[in-house]
């Protein structure tokens, strides 16, 4: 299938999948920092940053290598739906960076669990740290057309950039692995930086128990 004819059919897909994505990751478990600070003794923000970071690239590599070694086999799979479960699980994975990149920084989302979600989300589609103070609107800002929209057009310039891995005999699993490896490591820098500038000391922060993002609540 030519890229023009890939294109054409995630511009019909995407919808749906930007649907999973949104369902996908209320339910994904992320650590507060109290679970962070257990994980990684004696470190500190940057640290515990570094290290989720590295956890996080690692996790998209492997999925980037994982749609690759699928286009290799001798009857690969349909390629749109392996494609598809390639960009959720990167998201997926990035989406919990993000997530656990609040906690480190002093500035987790506010609010229930799906609102903490929806924000996060909304960062993930932006490609950038967002200024996340009030969940009042963040359920309504998540359903919203502009969002839904914006989130689709990422998903599907997602699918297309990475129409490189379905490249047969091995090399798209390589090239997969590549591609995740910088664009994973490229959102956290964005959003390491952006968090940083409001960062709050752990010492001025409130004394509290947070419910994970992804946890029911």
């Keep these: 299938m030519s890229p023009d004819a890939q294109t054409r059919e995630w511009s019909l897909t995407s919808p749906a999948l930007a649907e999973q994505l949104i369902e996908a990751v209320s339910h994904i478990r992320v650590r507060d920092l109290d679970t962070l600070r257990r994980h990684f003794p ?11 970071v590295t956890g996080a690239v ?17 009857t690969p799979p349909a390629m749109p739906v392996e494609l598809a ?12 960076l993000i997530a656990e990149l609040h906690e480190v920084y002093g500035l987790p989302a506010p609010g229930t669990a799906r609102q903490r979600a929806a924000l996060y989300v909304a960062e993930w589609t932006e490609g950038r740290g967002l200024d996340i103070t009030k969940p009042t609107s963040a359920v309504s800002f998540m359903l919203s057309v502009r969002l839904r929209r914006e989130l689709r057009r990422r998903l599907l310039t997602l699918a297309v950039r990475k129409i490189p891995m379905l490249t047969p005999f ?4 390589a090239f997969g692995a590549l591609l ?19 960062q709050v000391p752990w010492q001025a922060l ?8 992804g946890a029911d609540s």
């Design 85 to 96: 479960a390639g960009i959720l699980g990167t998201a997926s994975v990035e989406f919990k």
């Design 180 to 198: 995740n490896h910088y664009d994973t490591t490229r959102l956290a820098g964005r959003i390491r930086a952006d968090l940083r500038a409001r």
């Design 206 to 213: 409130p004394r509290q128990e947070s419910a994970p993002a």
């Design 42 to 52: 004696g470190l500190g923000p940057e640290e515990i940053a570094d290290h989720l």
């Design 170 to 173: 091995m090399v798209g699993a």
């Design 58 to 74: 690692r996790g998209t590599e492997a999925v980037g290598a994982g749609v690759g070694s699928a286009a290799a086999l001798p």
